[in-house]
């Protein structure tokens, strides 16, 4: 596969013109000299016809969509996909109401908030999945918030989740066809579940994103807004300007460069053989940590290339293990009381699973630490996310006296950025027992007027 932002801006610096443009650095350096801005020949990130356009359908024909490249991150492409759910309401001349588990990452809570779309939650019912950070969530609750909303814009799910479990994309997907309703999907973690047949555009979603940067070889921010053949047109349409409405004018030619780049990796012949010979070696490195207590059976879908170690039974807090490895060279994506993740990638050695299940077995086992996740509970709404996170708000120190008080942003830690109580929600004892549960120390409420 041709790589046509790369060549052209290697072509570029190898020349070493006067550099009479941004970036103020002029090229001076290592990335530097491949850093460029939108120069003749360079295309347009907002409206491409060139080299980024033949780089993004490369990208397109990889992953079977309409493929749309982002600088910045998932995140943009949150905003952009809300965007568009937001336009396909108001073409049928409806306001936008959205479904979605509570485990959805703090872009979706600001984008509905800054769009004004309303949000049905479907809340954790699941005791295997009781706390706030997988949602816990199955078909059949889609289904039930489905009936319970008619005329409902769009079901959005996060899948994978930030632990790694998944949801049945196409029974999900057939219900929202059944309904009429749009279906969006958070893949940010998944972009490589394309090799394993498993990407939600190939099972039915209508959009997703994916953050290529969290799972493929490509720089911080690099994402992709993928947009199914067979969605709604008003979606292919809109996409570009609905990324446009958020994003920076200023695109990185680096991530762009490294978006293009990835797609020749990609699709080289190897890269399907290794990707899958990671995943064998992160699934027995799975079945040892399972056999040391560490990993609970699942009763869903788990991702390929990602760990989730729940070390209370074997002696250790997910902060405490992850401290341990640390001092032993290994480091986690996150951790927290209950649980320890691990992120895998075809660029990891296929080695590195082998060589975590070892130091953790070094390691050995205590006595068991005592107490479950804080669990979940229904805090009171009060307003909604629009009108929370457009209050004026205070800061204040996470204790008793934001009992009453109304969230004006979410409370969360970061990673994962999955929110304990959402903006226009009530504080309670509950709500502020799990913030101090996950040393949330400080928290944003709306201002009494
Ligand atoms: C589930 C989920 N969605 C979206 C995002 C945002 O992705 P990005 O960091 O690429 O903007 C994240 C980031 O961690 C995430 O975990």
């Not at 289904?143 to 989740?161: K, Q």
Request: proline share 6%; hydrophobic share 35%.
């Amino acid at each position: 596969m041709k790589t046509p932002i790369c060549d052209f801006v290697r072509k570029y610096s190898e020349e070493g013109c006067m550099r009479l443009h941004m970036p103020g650095h002029k090229g001076s350096g290592d990335p530097e000299t491949y850093d460029i801005t939108e120069i003749p020949g360079a295309d347009d990130l907002s409206d491409p016809s060139g080299i980024i356009a033949e780089s993004e359908r490369n990208a397109g024909m990889i992953f079977g969509a309409r493929t749309f490249y982002s600088c910045e991150g998932s995140s943009l492409c949150v905003r952009a996909m809300l965007y568009l759910v937001m336009l396909t309401a108001k073409e049928s001349g409806r306001r936008p109401f959205v479904i979605s588990p509570r485990n959805a990452h703090k872009s979706f809570l600001t984008a509905c908030g800054l769009l004004d779309i309303d949000v049905g939650w479907i809340y954790p019912s699941r005791t295997d999945r009781e706390w706030y950070l997988s949602g816990g969530f199955g078909t059949e609750d889609v289904r039930a918030a489905l009936e319970s909303n008619p005329g409902c814009t769009a079901v959005y799910i996060t899948s994978p989740d930030y632990l790694g479990n998944m949801a049945d994309i196409p029974s999900i997907a057939a219900l929202c066809r059944e309904h009429g309703a749009l279906l969006a999907v958070d893949n940010a973690h998944g972009a490589y579940l394309r090799f394993f047949g498993k990407h939600p555009i190939s099972l039915g979603a209508d959009m997703c994103c994916d953050s290529a940067h969290k799972t493929l070889p490509v720089l911080t921010g690099g994402a992709y807004l993928h947009i199914s053949g067979s969605a709604p047109g008003i979606l292919k349409r809109s996409a570009r300007q609905a990324l446009g409405m958020f994003s920076t004018t200023s695109p990185s030619y680096l991530i762009l460069q490294s978006l293009d780049a990835a797609n020749r990796i990609m699709s080289s012949a190897g890269f399907s053989e290794r990707i899958r010979k990671m995943a064998e070696s992160v699934s027995e490195a799975r079945e040892g940590l399972r056999a040391l207590g560490l990993v609970p059976e699942r009763t869903g879908m788990e991702e390929y290339l990602k760990l989730t170690l729940r070390p209370k039974s074997f002696g250790y807090t997910g902060t405490e293990l992850s401290e341990v490895l640390r001092k032993q060279g290994i480091v986690c994506e996150f951790s927290d009381p209950d649980c320890c993740v691990m992120m895998f990638s075809p660029s990891n050695s296929l080695t590195d699973p082998g060589r975590l299940l070892k130091a953790v077995r070094h390691t050995g086992s205590r006595k068991p630490v005592s107490g479950a996740p804080c669990g979940f509970s229904v805090p009171r709404r009060t307003m909604s996310l629009h009108d929370a996170m457009t209050s004026p708000f205070e800061t204040l120190p996470a204790d008793n006296n934001i009992i009453g008080r109304i969230m004006a942003f979410p409370s969360l830690s970061c990673p994962p950025a999955v929110s304990v109580a959402v903006p226009g929600e009530t504080v309670d004892e509950f709500v502020l027992s799990c913030m101090k549960y996950y040393s949330i120390k400080k928290s944003d409420v709306i201002t009494k007027i």
